[in-house]
């Protein structure tokens, strides 16, 4: 079956740049979609379409794709971005129209 | 404004059978799919399987197919997730999302527990 693959953790210190990135062999084929889950709390899309920011999502939000890879950068991190951060796309033959990444657990120091 | 409602919190005996619910209002209900979204205590997101109200075809992740049925009933704009003998690894929070297309889970619902516990 289809994989996303995400590091499991990602550390920044407060006002720096987080990268999280996110690898699938679709993923030139297929959109990339970034939720935000903080702890006890439903997700929130916070990138739709490999790089669009839905509105009411902070600007410091963007993400970028090259082949096999997408990337989701948090420019300026604040400590409420602390949170899971799942990559979610789908395979390119149909069969699974939802692929959920394993997740990357964002620690701001 | 779009809204998905879900039902109440569950507890149940192993061996159970349960449905779960998720209203849909503020949008026609068979224009989106919707899906199913499995989160076990302190894990990640899971796909479980989508269904188009329309016609009620489904499609489910392998990981489900065969342990968990998912229907839904157009009239009443709501969608259904069903279980005919739980178990305590069924243990979780289940949310359904409305997909806007591949991966593009634009609205989700609130979440219910379920909880197996002898």
């Known amino acids: 079956s289809y994989e996303l693959t995400q590091p499991p953790s990602v550390s920044v210190s407060l006002g720096q740049m987080a990268r999280i990135t996110c690898s699938g062999e679709a993923l030139p084929k297929k959109y990339a979609y970034w939720y935000q889950q903080k702890s006890g709390q439903v997700p929130v899309m916070v990138i739709y379409?490999?790089?669009k920011r839905p509105s009411g999502i902070p600007e410091r939000f963007s993400a970028s794709s090259s082949g096999t890879k997408v990337t989701l950068t948090i420019s300026g991190v604040q400590a409420e971005d602390e949170a899971d951060y799942y990559c979610v796309s789908a395979d390119s033959s149909g069969s699974y129209p939802v692929v959920f990444g394993g997740g990357t657990k964002l620690t701001v120091l | 404004e779009v809204q998905l409602v879900q039902s109440g919190a569950e507890v149940k005996k192993p061996g159970e059978s349960l449905k779960i619910s998720c209203k849909g209002s503020g949008y026609s209900f068979t224009i989106y799919w919707i899906g199913w979204v499995r989160q076990m205590p302190g894990k990640g997101l899971e796909w479980m399987g989508i269904?188009?109200?329309?016609?009620?075809?489904?499609k489910y992740s392998p990981s489900f197919q065969g342990q968990v049925s998912i229907s839904a009933d157009k009239s009443i704009s709501t969608a259904y997730l069903h279980w005919s003998s739980l178990k305590a690894s069924d243990t979780a929070i289940y949310y359904c999302?409305?997909?806007?297309?591949?991966?593009?889970?634009?609205?989700w619902g609130q979440g219910t527990l379920v909880t197996v516990s002898s």
């Open positions: 269904i188009y109200p329309t016609d009620s075809k489904t």
């Open positions: 999302v409305r997909g806007d297309g591949d991966g593009y889970l634009a609205y």
């Open positions: 379409k490999d790089i």
